[in-house]
Every structure is written in C-alpha cells, then in structure tokens.
C-alpha cells in the first residue's frame, strides 16, 4: 500500500498505545538465593506509555515534547518497529506496525541516538551505501542518491573519510541523510540538534523546515530545546511519565498562559524548602517551580513564578530572598514559553538543565 | 519513496545486503591492522609447544604408537590441522555473538532491525566475513606451518579439504547464531564461546586422535562438528583417502549443520521477538 493523501489516512496513529517494562531488581550478589517478597506483579512493571494516542497528518512537523524519562524515545522506538507495544494500535502511513512491519519500515526515516550509531572506522560514502542496501534500493539508484545527499549536506569533500575524523556536526549530518536515503514520507527525529553548535543545529533545523515544507515529508520531531518546537513544529504534544497531555499548536498552547504575567529569578545554592516558602508569600501565582541548575557548569537554579501581577511578585521575592541570603544571579518579567505551559500543565520541569 | 524501496528483485537486494555486510566487516577489520597480524600469525605459537614436547617424548618427527592409532606416524601435520581448523572455531563462535554486541553497543543494532530487509541476510553477511577471515587467517597459519614444518600439500588435496572445512563453518554458523541470540538477550556471549571453544578442545580431536579418550567423551564427542571435520581432513591429507572412506562422517557433518542452522535461525528470531517486547533489545 502507497500513502494517497485523497484518502485521508494518517502518517502517525496511535491509539491507546501501551508499553511497559519489567523493573530491574539489583539483590546482590546472592540475591538469586532470596524469595521475591513483593506479593504484587504491578510494581514490578513500569508504565513506559500509557494510552498514549497521537494522530499526526501528512506533511505536518509534529513534535514530541517531554522530559527525560517521559516516553518519547519509546514512542520512537515502538513507532519504528524497534519496540513492540504492549496494549493498543499503531499505524504508520496506514501500515499496522504489528502485521505490516516490513512497510512500515520502509515508510521511516529515523535519526535516534544521534552520531554514536553510524560506523565510525567506514567513511560517510561506505556508510550510507550499506544502509541502502538494508532498505532494499538498486546500486545504481543508491549511488546516485547518495551523491545527491552528500552534495546537499555539503559533505561531498569528505564523503571519502572515515567517520571518526568527522565534527559531531558533520557525524549528524550523515544520520540524517541515512534516513532521508530511500526518500521515505514520513521521518522520526529524536533530538536531531542535541550537541551540536549553533551553526550546525541551525543548518540541521533549516533542512528540517525545508524537508517539511518543500518537500512535504511528515516529521515526528523530539526535542529539549522549546524554541526549536516552537520555531519549527506546526503542532506539539507533551508527554509526562508515558501520558500525551496536550497536544496543540505552540500558539494556542502558549495562549493558555499567554495572559499570565511571568517572572524568572535565577538563584545560587538555593535550600531544598525555597520553592515551598515563595509559594506561601505568593497565594495568588498560579505555578512556583524551582528548577534545580548546576552551579559548576555554569547553568544557576531558576525560580519560575506564573500568575498573579509580576510588579507585586518581584518585591516580595527580592525581599525573600535576601532575608534568607540566596544569591541573585538575574531576574526577568517576561513572555510565557512553551516549557511554561508544560510546567502549569504538569508542574514538572520540561528539561535537565532548564533551557 | 516506497516504489523505488522495492524497484530491484528480491534476490538481487539479498545479496546486495550480504554482500554490504560482507564488506562493512571487512573494512572494519582492516581498520585495525594489528589484529590481522595477530591472528594471521600468533595462533602458530600456541601449537608449537606441543610439537616440541611430541619430539621430545617419541625422539623424532613419528611416532610408532601413534601410528597404530590414527593409520600415520606423523604427528606434527596431525597437530597443525587440528590447530588450524580449530582456529576457524574461535574466531566463528566468538566472532558472531561479539558482532551483534558491538552493534548494540554502537547503536547500529537498532538501525539494522528498524531496516526492511530480511535480517537473515544481515547474519549471513557477518558470518562469510567472519568465514573470509577465518580463512585467511587459517591460509596464513598453514603456510607459515609449511615453511616451518615441511608439509606437503598439493591442490588435488585442498579442494576436497575446503569443501570439508565450508562444511564446517555452516555448522559453526548455526552455533554462532545461537550465541549471537544469547548475545541479544544476555548481552555477552563471550564466556560462553569461550566455554564452548574448550569444550570442543577437550572433546573433539584437535591434539589428540579420537581414540585417546574414554568412551562416554568419544559419544559426546560425535555431537561436535569439528570431530567430523577433523577426521575427513586428516583422512584426506594424512592417509590420501577419497570422499568414499569417509562419507559416513561426511553425511553426519551434513546433518549436524542442518541442526544447528535451524536451530540457530529459529533461536536468533525468537529472542529478536522476546527482546523486542521486553524492551532490552538496544540495551548492551
């Protein structure tokens, strides 16, 4: 089966996809020896996704935004058939990943897990060359795609290198033309730009954009950064500990606190009990977050406040503050973000480091 | 897109699948020089202690006693073969099983199952890479015994040898994949192959013909493949025999590869399923 818009098929469709895993147990090293004391099987499992249900159009840039830990790799993963879900229905390009597995296969492009699983010791050219042989295209077709994408990403001068001499930028570039090799509709971008500098990401989130809109390819988009999402996906979902809860455009969602004023305070060495305290002084903010940085690499704590009037709030925090004798690295009144939206909606943190 | 996936026949995209595995493997391989020096040449100086302490026990280059036994008093072309094709052991076993770890450790693991391709493709592209330089490295460790040892070997003898030896790599491959299904569910398989590997010196006839051990080994030892190769090979180069003195071995051979093949493929698949569905599959 070849995907026919007119016949109004989702890419992506998930419908209450489920998955769990069984929960490593370390007893030591005689640890065989004792009896399994836990009497109930469910905790024993963790709930990696749960009822997870996305519908995601063709041609549109879809991301998946959540924390570590929330689901979206193992999204990816059952998506790509990596996975096999444990309750619910998948389809990709109108393929069942269950009972059509080989076309939903070829209907993927993935990059997930970044630089790390390409051949190090094999040039881009040998790269590329053996990954369209596992997706079944003819030498002469592979040859010349190759050629095409090599010469896009503007890795034609190095094609013939190893890959272990290559930037983490350019290692990154090759993934991507690794899964835009057999030209498949739709693609699953975990992290694309993660760790790359901001040449790199800018030229990766360019052909991002352009695969999207030029050449109307679906994209399942994962990322920490929020003005990633926000600049280049038509609609975000957010996912916490394996649950979908919210899926918009970056617009309405930001709507939702858009009225709400915000005021962002970073702080050094902040006691455990800060957040607790500010949110006593503050009875009419609607979310205080602290989100713990780390001091040594340079990323402070940010105190986040949304709700009420900033003016009334940045008084009384400065004044709190100092009579506990935190540190002020910044303070800023400013626009609600995406990871603002994902903090009311959850009250947890969207990101490690809270960028 | 999907058309062009699908454009060549599908014998043509098997074999464009071996044949990129094959040379990924390769290439990989050549990366690291070293280790083509080391196997094409060390292995030499583990059998050629026992060489020495066989001169030293019988005075000479033959030995009466041992000719009763094996039908040829030379023992040092007995012992390189027996180093020889037990080279093609270690470097099989260990070397399927050790492949598919290093794709998980990589991350290339999940690319190649994501892929639409038959993966018993993929396992035979990695196991005639590890049978090219299984060989290679085995042609190397002859010669040098040649040299060293003054052999004789005419190609009359080789060719039915080589057709012996393919035979017992198909029966290695059943058994390096089952040990790559280990790999994929254990995530190591090394001291596995590595147990297997002694098991097989102890019991098959690598140092010592067959009928130097008691009766209950000489029974498991007809379970192994190696024993059946060892047997033909020598029969061929040592006492000049044809296919016809030893086609009982040769069908057991046969049969014991068909075994281990369907186990092995069957093995691989069912923990590729299991993994998939505990989730463990990426993990190394």
């Known amino acids: 089966m070849v995907y026919d818009k007119e016949s109004g098929v989702f890419s992506i469709q998930t419908i209450d996809l489920t998955k769990r895993f069984a929960k490593k147990k370390h007893r030591g090293v005689f640890g065989f020896l004792r009896r399994n004391q836990s009497n109930n099987k469910h905790n024993d499992v963790t709930v990696a996704l749960d009822k997870v249900n996305l519908e995601i159009r063709p041609g549109e840039l879809f991301g998946l935004l959540g924390p570590n830990g929330s689901g979206k790799t193992t999204t990816i993963k059952c998506l790509s058939t990596i996975l096999i879900p444990d309750e619910g229905t998948v389809t990709v390009n109108g393929f069942d990943i269950q009972?059509?597995?080989?076309?939903?296969?070829a209907s993927l492009g993935m990059v997930v897990g970044g630089e790390r699983t390409l051949y190090w010791k094999l040039t881009a050219r040998d790269n590329l060359m053996y990954f369209a042989s596992l997706y079944k295209m003819q030498r002469t077709h592979?040859?010349?795609?190759?050629?095409e994408l090599l010469e896009t990403l503007q890795l034609s001068d190095r094609a013939d290198e190893r890959l272990e001499d290559y930037s983490t930028g350019m290692r990154q570039k090759v993934a991507i033309a690794r899964a835009l090799l057999h030209d498949p509709p739709i693609l699953l971008l975990d992290e694309p730009t993660l760790g790359l500098d901001p040449n790199f990401s800018r030229q990766i989130r360019n052909q991002i954009r352009e695969l999207s809109e030029k050449q109307g390819k679906t994209v399942l988009l994962t990322t920490h950064y929020m003005d990633e999402a926000d600049q280049l996906c038509d609609r975000v979902a957010f996912i916490n500990n394996g649950k979908i809860v919210a899926v918009d455009t970056p617009n309405r969602l930001k709507a939702m606190v858009k009225e709400k004023e915000l005021v962002e305070v970073t702080v050094y060495r902040p006691p455990a009990d800060i957040e607790k305290y500010i949110r006593s002084l503050l009875p009419d903010a609607e979310v205080v977050k602290l989100i713990p940085g780390d001091e040594d690499e340079g990323n402070p704590s940010r105190i986040k406040i949304i709700g009420g009037t900033a003016e009334e709030h940045v008084e009384t925090i400065i004044d709190a503050l100092r009579q506990k004798n935190i540190r002020i690295g910044s303070l800023n009144v400013g626009v609600p973000t995406l990871e603002d939206v994902f903090i009311k909606l959850t009250g947890a943190k969207l990101t490690e480091d809270g960028t | 897109m999907l058309k062009s996936t699908y454009q060549q026949s599908l014998l043509r995209s098997n074999l464009f699948v071996v044949w990129n595995e094959l040379v990924k493997n390769i290439k990989s391989l050549l990366a690291y020089p070293a280790i083509l020096v080391f196997w094409a040449v060390f292995p030499i100086f583990w059998f050629i202690p026992f060489i020495l302490q066989g001169q030293a026990f019988v005075g000479g280059p033959e030995s009466a006693s041992f000719a009763q036994i094996t039908g040829s008093g030379e023992y040092v072309p007995f012992i390189v073969i027996g180093a020889v094709l037990n080279s093609y052991v270690n470097t099989l076993l260990y070397g399927m099983g050790e492949n598919i770890r290093r794709e998980?450790?990589?991350?290339?693991?999940?690319?190649?199952?994501?892929?639409?391709?038959n993966k018993a493709y993929v396992l035979i592209g990695k196991a005639l890479s590890e049978s090219l330089s299984s060989t290679i490295f085995a042609a190397s460790q002859l010669t040098i015994s040649v040299l060293l040892f003054g052999m004789n070997l005419t190609l009359g003898v080789m060719l039915p040898v080589f057709f012996i030896v393919i035979l017992l790599m198909l029966g290695l491959y059943g058994m390096s994949l089952i040990l790559a299904a280990f790999s994929l569910?254990?995530?190591?398989?090394?001291?596995?192959?590595?147990?297997?590997?002694?098991?097989?010196?102890?019991?098959?006839?690598?140092?010592?013909?067959?009928?130097?051990?008691p009766t209950w080994a000489q029974i498991f030892g007809k379970l192994i493949p190696l024993t059946y190769a060892l047997i033909i090979v020598r029969s061929f180069m040592l006492l000049g025999t044809d296919f016809s003195a030893v086609y009982f071995e040769v069908i057991a051979l046969l049969i014991i590869d068909i075994v281990l093949l369907v186990a092995g493929f069957y093995l691989f698949s069912w923990m590729e399923e299991k993994t998939k569905k505990?989730?463990?599959?990426?993990h190394h």
């Open chain 1, 99 to 105: 009972k059509e597995t080989s076309m939903v296969r």
């Open chain 1, 142 to 147: 592979a040859k010349k795609r190759i050629e």
């Open chain 2, 104 to 117: 998980a450790y990589q991350g290339t693991l999940d690319y190649v199952l994501a892929a639409p391709c």
């Open chain 2, 185 to 213: 569910m254990y995530k190591q398989s090394y001291d596995l192959s590595q147990t297997i590997g002694y098991v097989f010196y102890i019991f098959a006839p690598v140092r010592y013909p067959v009928e130097s051990l």
């Open chain 2, 278 to 282: 505990s989730g463990t599959i990426s």
